[in-house]
């Protein structure tokens, strides 16, 4: 089979990808693994790391970057959202508040499915909502195991700090209290891809009065057994 598309600059790309996969390369190993003349491999390499499809290791080689994987967690977007309805209405059922399943888009996060607290008193987020990455436990959660320039970049501004999202990290799972919208609270967890990324967030957001102000007490277990459930889903279909 000719693994040639015609494109030129295209296919010499995918060879450094392709070469890459096996591991870290300097820029001669990568010239061996290619065929490519040393001066097409390093153009090649930095282009590709401007892009963040190849990135640098410790002592400089070349390894494969972070946006394969946000890629290839997008690619997986459909497989999370057939699996979240079912999943978030068990949530909303079992803590009796509205559930929701956020993504991260750039310096927003958007909800891409919920299910609403069916009477009462509740905290609406319709699907769709583009919603800022600088407050709210869903936030924290989809920044905390962020890279360090991208969080570091991420906390100028946010209602959070490094400290919070440290403590995130240690229990894996955030709560916030009026942190997003005076009077609501909400407690997340993180889903992950098969990489073991964190790709989306599963949230539960009330009012404080019902919430308390430790809503983590009340919902944690079972906001993280709703993302469990997803993860498990989105590896299984890996």
Request: charged share 20%; net charge positive; with cysteine.
């Amino acid at each position: 089979m000719d693994n040639t598309s015609g494109v030129g600059v295209l296919d010499k790309a995918a060879l450094v990808l392709s070469a890459l996969e096996s591991g870290p390369a300097t820029l001669a190993g990568l010239v061996g693994a290619t065929g490519l003349a040393r001066p097409t491999a390093h153009r090649l390499a930095v282009a590709l790391e401007h892009h963040r499809m190849v990135a640098r290791d410790m002592q400089g080689r070349f390894i494969l970057g972070p946006r394969l994987a946000e890629l290839a967690a997008a690619a997986g977007e459909d497989r999370l959202l057939a699996t979240a309805g079912p999943v978030l209405t068990h949530l909303r059922d079992v803590t009796g508040e509205s559930a929701q399943l956020y993504r991260r888009q750039g310096d927003m996060r958007i909800c891409v499915a919920a299910a609403e607290r069916l009477s009462g008193l509740r905290d609406t987020v319709p699907v769709g909502s583009t919603l800022p990455m600088k407050a709210g436990s869903a936030a924290q959660v989809l920044m905390a195991w962020e890279e360090p320039e991208r969080l570091h970049r991420g906390l100028q501004g946010a209602r959070f700090t490094a400290t919070a999202l440290s403590g995130v990290r240690r229990r894996g799972w955030a709560q916030s209290i009026g942190e997003r919208e005076p009077g609501v609270a909400s407690v997340s967890a993180p889903v992950r891809g098969p990489s073991n990324r964190v790709v989306a967030s599963v949230s539960v957001s009330g009012p404080i009065e019902r919430l308390t102000r430790h809503p983590g007490r009340m919902h944690a277990q079972a906001v993280i057994d709703a993302a469990a459930r997803l993860t498990d889903a989105l590896r299984r279909g890996n």
